[in-house]
């Protein structure tokens, strides 16, 4: 192993992948280096707070593998550091025939991805978990449940930190340059640094890091934002815990969904527009490099040719409450306008091919002293400490 590590980024993957090499090797010497003052400050806590089992992803792939073993390392791990967590179950809802026919696909998917206690419900049944859904069947995943993930974060910053492990916070990398031996990485405010060997997880823009790195990705990340509401209090009856619709197979987001919060509360979404900035959480947040370099990506534009409905229909219902809350009635009828307070946001960081696929599984590329976490989507907070592992094995394969 490398003598030296910079890990960029200090969210959840990275600071997962800081204390795993530090628990595997002792005495590698690792640094994480990231640009906000503190842990996790973009989608590891600006997301649902959800523990996903790996229910919907195409079994072989990364994201089944490490989804389904992240998930018991990730409640293992809260359990043996008390972080808040609960494995309080979910149900999928299939709302006609044709999503009918598409849960009992994903209740294969997911008994061949290996998810426990699985159950495929009827309309009656359904209700005796969640009085107020209405439908015509439902999947339960038992395994699934919520967390708080800046309490994940805090807890491997400490443990990164007493297994001798450096956080250089308020520190932007602003440049990489290769060395005979390693690299030498700017960044903002500090000296240049030295690193035998660099791990790319800077999530939103984990792809201009990996160019300044000097390659020449294919894929882009183009930034998705997630909008939310929240339940008023006095209606919070009407969710007792994780209510999700059937998914479009064909893309990666699961569609607007009620989680309840660790915290307490409940939400209600995300929805999935195109952001004007990477890190563009409000609406009327625009960042010209950024605007300008998702419009000059020709993937963007087959995308956006290809699913022109989709991408209406979610353009339109961030902007029209009314059609946000119809998509949230047809798993919760009673659920009312009045009854959704705004909510928060998050930039999903996707990565996209120049065809204009969206890229479903991880992706985590080795080139000579580096690797790049390419595409870590959802659910990679959960899949985190798999993540790390894997990163793990693919340096110590060389
Ligand atoms: C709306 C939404 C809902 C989601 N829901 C869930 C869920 O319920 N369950 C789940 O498992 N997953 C969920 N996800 C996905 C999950 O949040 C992400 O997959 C995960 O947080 C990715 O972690 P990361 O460390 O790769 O990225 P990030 O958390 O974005 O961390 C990247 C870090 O890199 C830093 N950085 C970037 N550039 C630089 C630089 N130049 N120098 C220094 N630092 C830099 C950033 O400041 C940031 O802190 C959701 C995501 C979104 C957006």
Known sequence: MSKK????????????????????HPGTEVAVVEKEAGPGRHQTTHNSGVLHAGLYYKPGSLKALLAVSGIREMVRFCRDNGIAHEICGKLVVATSPEEEGRLQALHRRGLKNGLLGLRLLG??????IEPYAVGCAALHVPEEGIVDYA?????????????????LFK???TGLTEADTGWHIQASERETMQADFLINCAGLYSDRMAQAAGEKLKTKIVPFRGEYFKLRPERQFLVKNLIYPVPDPTFPFLGVHFTRLICGGIEAGPNAVLAFAREGYRKQDVNVRDL??????DGLWRFLARHRKMCWNEFCRSWSKPLFCAALQRLVPEVRMEDLLPGGSGVRAQAMTPSGEL???FVLVRIRNA????NSPSPAATASLAIASEILARLDKE
């Open 292 to 297: 300008a370099e998702s419009l000059g990506f």
């Open 359 to 361: 890229v479903q599984d």
């Open 151 to 167: 309490q994940v974060c805090a807890c491997l910053a400490q443990k990164i930190q007493e297994l001798g492990g450096t956080l």
């Open 171 to 173: 520190t932007r990398v």
């Open 371 to 374: 690797l790049h976490v390419i």
């Open 123 to 128: 309309r009656k049944e359904l209700r005796e």
């Open 5 to 24: 590590v910079v890990i960029i980024g200090g969210g959840i993957v990275g600071l997962a992948t800081a204390y795993r090499l530090l628990q595997v």
